[in-house]
């Protein structure tokens, strides 16, 4: 029950109304027994400074950002997680001693807990990243820091793929290159490939980035960041070459637990994340209608 004490935690975009943010930060919140609330502040962008002044002086407990504020809210913070600075996007404000608060991404997190969770490692594979955007530059930075021996980055924009790649070299040490999206469908060398970009998300099912039906045949693992359909046309096309296959579910999951642990400076025993990631899955299924 909200009482006079609830602390108030809130996720910052716009727009927000359509988030699982709370439903799943409010389901933690009742399974570790933390009196606190989790609800959606749509920002429009000429109020975001008011809007990060406010969460200060209203005492909000913590808060998440997303689309499309993820990069302007680092010119508002007083500190920035190294990785967060590296990725150049933060999707999680955390106070620490006082009213000064630092930015993290989580996202990373989130896909590397779930990669860990279905059995998948990084280290010293060769991973292909589709799209380069805000959530692939967070995956670039995973599988740097995972030590895979190779990242490829292929984008329609070349530029934003070099971006990636040189972040991913200069600051990991990890070996990089930039292909087309037409040469990325025939690479050999890939163990890995991770489709960042929103094509195939509902209610567009039928587009994928990969037009072929016989792409990077030597992959083991593709990994698409949509959740929405549970399986993209690309995620379709790489079962049936005989991939290991994950949609984006469990990373949105597991970037909102890391919040939620940095948030109240606890770990999540692995039961109590199990419980609500089921009851998250069940939930999307029920309430959602997830297609
Ligand atoms: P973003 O910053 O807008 O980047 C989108 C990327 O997709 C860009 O590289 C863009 O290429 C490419 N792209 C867009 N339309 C394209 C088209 N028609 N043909 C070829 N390439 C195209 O988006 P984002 O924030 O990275 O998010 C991307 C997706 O990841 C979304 O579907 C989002 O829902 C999902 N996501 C999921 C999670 C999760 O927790 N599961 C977290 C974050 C994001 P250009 O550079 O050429 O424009």
């Not at 799943?24 to 609800?39: F, K, P, Q, W």
């Not at 962008?45 to 998440?64: C, D, F, P």
């Not at 698409?224 to 046309?233: F, G, M, Q, R, S």
């Not at 079962?239 to 999951?253: A, D, H, P, S, V």
Request: contains cysteine; aromatic residues 8%; negative net charge.
């Amino acid at each position: 029950m909200i009482t006079g004490k609830t602390q108030v935690f809130g996720l910052i975009g716009n727009p927000v109304a359509q988030s699982f943010s709370p439903y799943i930060h409010n389901s933690l919140a009742e399974a570790m027994n933390i009196d606190m609330t989790y609800v959606t502040f749509p920002v429009e962008k000429v109020k975001l400074s008011e809007a990060y002044r406010g969460i200060k002086a209203l005492g909000i407990g913590g808060a998440n950002v997303t689309v499309p504020y993820k990069s302007d809210i680092i010119n508002e913070i007083d500190a920035i997680d190294p990785e967060a600075a590296n990725i150049g996007a933060v999707n999680t404000l955390v106070y620490e001693e006082g009213k000064s608060i630092r930015g993290y991404n989580t996202d990373w997190i989130g896909l590397l807990t779930s990669l860990k969770s279905n059995l998948v490692t990084i280290e010293g594979k060769s991973v292909l990243i589709i799209g380069a955007g805000g959530s692939a530059r967070a995956v670039g930075v995973m599988c740097a820091k995972e030590k895979a021996a190779k990242v490829t980055v292929a984008n329609r924009t070349v530029s934003k793929a070099e971006a990636i790649a040189a972040i991913v070299a200069e600051k990991y040490d990890v070996v990089s290159r930039v292909v087309t999206i037409d040469q990325a469908q025939n690479l050999e060398d890939v163990d890995i490939v991770i489709q960042t970009t929103p094509l195939g998300m509902y209610p567009d099912i039928e587009r994928s980035p990969i037009s072929g039906d016989d792409f990077l045949k030597n992959a083991e693992v593709a990994v698409d960041l949509i959740y929405n359909p549970a399986e993209t046309k690309f995620l379709a096309t790489a079962r049936q070459q005989g991939c290991k296959t994950i949609n984006g579910l469990e990373m949105l999951f597991y970037q909102a637990v890391k919040a939620f642990e940095l948030w109240h400076d606890l770990t999540v025993p692995k039961e109590v994340q199990a419980k609500c990631l089921e009851a998250f899955k069940k939930a999307l299924e029920e309430k959602y209608q997830y297609h």
